[in-house]
């Protein structure tokens, strides 16, 4: 059942990851929400992978664990190399019909790069290091922009802050923390 909010398809998340220069950092709440009940309060939506990169996602639980081990492959098969993994892993949720159908989004980071992926074949750096997702995201991402403007906050802080900014606003999103550095 697809959702017609106004805040778009992905609900009960929000996933930010900000970096300053090699320093990165992601974090997200976890409220797991299905329609108007929290099924659970402490999800963690932020992993860090054996390659040593972080990957967040927001979507279906399923759908985003299907895509984390197909990007885990992609990190594989192209030696860790976390950009061209992104782009292949987009290239291939673009053609193949199953991976069409799955709704969730990822954001991918590592020393060298922060990345948005989407099913849309978008493969985004975004050009100020800070990145969002969810339901959430547009009010975690703007709080880390006024932070990185106007504050010495390493992106650890930033997170941090953001999330829990996002968390009095959204109802989808929760103060309970997962946060991963590099």
Not at 37 to 50: C, E, M
Not at 105 to 122: N, R, S
Request: net charge positive.
């Amino acid at each position: 059942m697809k959702n017609d909010s106004t805040y778009g398809p992905f609900h009960a998340t929000t996933v930010i990851a900000v970096r300053k220069g090699s320093a990165v950092a992601m974090g997200g709440d976890g409220q797991v929400t299905h329609g108007n009940t929290v099924l659970k309060a402490n999800a963690h939506k932020v992993r860090k992978l054996k390659g040593g990169q972080l990957v967040g996602f927001a979507g279906s639980t399923a759908d985003a664990f299907t895509l984390m081990e197909r990007f885990e492959g992609k990190l594989e098969a192209h030696k860790n190399s976390l950009k061209r993994a992104a782009v292949e892993l987009a290239k291939e949720w673009r053609k193949d019909k199953y991976l069409r159908r799955l709704e969730a989004m990822l954001i991918a980071a590592d020393k060298e790069a922060l990345i948005l992926v989407t099913g849309q074949g978008d493969v985004v750096e975004p050009e100020d290091g800070i990145v969002a997702i969810g339901s959430g995201g547009a009010f975690a991402l703007a709080a880390a922009r006024a932070l990185a403007k106007h504050t010495k906050l390493g992106p650890k802080e930033i997170v941090a802050s953001a999330l829990k900014e996002a968390a009095e606003i959204c109802i989808y999103t929760n103060a309970n923390l997962v946060i991963e550095e590099l």
